[in-house]
Each structure stands twice: as structure tokens, then as C-alpha cells.
């Protein structure tokens, strides 16, 4: 009975700790690391591992597939390597990396799909890249906007955690406008219901209605149309949103409305409902600095400091 236990110990011993808790190998130097995102939204992982003489660890990113793993030098010829070990991330082990190392492997179940958005929350705890397909232009990344244009992708340069939402395909809408003799379109991209759109050339702004909240709203607008800077109200309060050039002379702004309403975007000089706005909002992402403010309550309190001091000099003199 006692061999059996003995036994039993032993070959415990061997398959446990080998997966829990096995290490082996430095931790890798990458050169690269990215995901590709293809037109099918699936996606491939690529690490670019520089020369060493020693063993060395990879940690995976999460949702890695193990059987779709492939470990290759630079000229395509297949390395040897282990899977060595369920940390955070999970890993890999080469056991020879006498030349540049290239590990590629696939991800799954890594996006949400709410109607037309797909969301992506990915982290990997050194920098990293995220390379989309020809076919998406725009993203939110952490809810501010980046417009790709001809480079499609982005770079995490501190590594950590990232949200990333962009669209299926683009509900696009296009409303045309007349300000004075000139013509232009005024594009909104929102899977959110539009409806009440008008410009009023007199106050210099757009409104329209939204009916669902939480969703994206982005206005594409011709900067001569508004002029700017821009305030956004939503319900007679201002909101949050971010700036992003999308094009020469047109301007993107993204936000996303926390309730259903009226939304109306204005130049900020000629806004007549700025009365309405509380002290204590937060002023949008391209707005003055308030240093200039903060200098004039600095110097308010030396001036009170210094005539203290006068007052008590003044009388331990007498």
C-alpha cells in the first residue's frame, strides 16, 4: 500500500509542476511584437526574437491558440521549442535563438459584438502593435478617436491593457448644408438612430437628435462650416468628446452621449448657451489651458502672505 502511495506521490510530482510552475530560459529580447487583424477579424500574433546564446522565454498573449504555434529562424527553417510553463500570459521556451527568431501563432474568441461595433481588450506587458485590415479606417482607442488613413496601425509603447472599438461596417450618414454661397456635407457615422438634424447658420451650429445611449457618435465637418474651437452640449450640458483630423481643412468629433437628446455642436465664441454649463465640467480635449488661472490664485496668496509678515514685524518693533 505504501509503494502505491509512494508511487502515486512521484508521478504526481512529475506531470504538476512541470505545467504550474516550470521556467526555463531568460526572458526573450523582442524585436517585434504585433497582431494582424484580418478582413475576418481573426488574428495572428508575431514575435521577433533577437539573437542569443541561451535559452529564452516568450509570454504569449492571452487567447493563444498552443497548436497553432510555429517557431521559425529568419530563412523559414522550423526551431524546436517548448511550451514551458501557465503564467499570466502563458509561454514558450526556444532553446536555440543563434539567429533572428520569428514565433507566430493565432488568437481566438478575442472580440465583442455589440450590433455594428467589434471590441477588442487586449494587454501584453511590453510594447506592442496592432495592425488592421485595409477596410478599417477609423477606431476608438480607450473612447478617443484615431483616424488611420494610410497607416494602419497602432503602436502601445508602454504596453499594459487597451480597449479598442471599431466598426463592422460604417453606418455612414451624409447631410448637406448651405452656409452663405458655399455647399457642404456634414458626415455622422453612429450605429445610434438620427433624426432632427439642422444647421443654423445665424448661431453657427449643428444639432440633431440621438435615441440610444452609449454609442459612438462621429461628425466629420469642413472647418470653414463651424470655424472653432467647438463646444458639444447634449441636452443643454456639456459633454467629453475628442479631435481628430480626418482629412485637409475637415475636422472629426467623437463622442459618445451617456443619454438620449439633443446633441448640438458649436463654435465656441458664438455659443449663447455656455450660461448653462457648470464651473466644475471638464473643459474638451483641445481647450486654453487654466495655468493662466492658477498663476493669478499663486500670486494672491503671496501678496496675502507678505502683508502678514509686515504686520508682524511691525509689531515686534514696537
Known sequence: MNKIVFLSL?????????????????????KLT??????????QAKHV???????????????????SITVTNQDGKELEFGITGMSDYGSITIFSAHENTIVKYNLENMFRQSDNLLTLNVGYPKPFSIVFSEKTELIFLNDNIIQLGNKKGISINSG???????????????EAVKWE?????????????????????????????VNEENKFVTVTISEKLLGGPYVILLNDEKIKYTKSVS?????????????????????????????????????????????????????????IVAIVVIIIMRKIKK
Open 247 to 303: 482629412k485637409e481643412n475637415y475636422v472629426s468629433l467623437a463622442m459618445k452621449p451617456q443619454a438620449v437628446g439633443e446633441i448640438m455642436i458649436s463654435n465656441y465664441e458664438y455659443n449663447d448657451g455656455l450660461s448653462k454649463i457648470t464651473s466644475n465640467d471638464t473643459l474638451p480635449v483641445e481647450s486654453i489651458s487654466n495655468n493662466y488661472f492658477i498663476w493669478l490664485v499663486f500670486a494672491g496668496v503671496l501678496i
Open 10 to 30: 512521484i508521478i504526481c510530482t512529475l506531470i504538476v509542476i512541470p505545467v504550474a510552475n516550470a521556467q526555463f530560459g531568460e526572458p526573450a529580447y523582442q
Open 34 to 43: 504585433q497582431l494582424i487583424i484580418d478582413e475576418s477579424e481573426n488574428i
Open 181 to 209: 454661397e458655399n455647399k457642404f456635407d456634414v458626415e455622422i457615422i453612429t450605429d445610434s438612430k438620427i433624426f432632427d438634424f439642422n444647421f443654423d447658420q445665424k448661431s453657427k451650429n449643428i444639432s440633431f437628435q
Open 49 to 67: 526574437i533577437g539573437f542569443s546564446n541561451n535559452p529564452v522565454t516568450v509570454n504569449l498573449f492571452e487567447g493563444a491558440i498552443t497548436d
Open 160 to 174: 499594459g491593457y487597451v480597449n479598442v472599438d471599431y466598426y463592422d461596417k460604417i453606418p455612414k450618414i451624409i
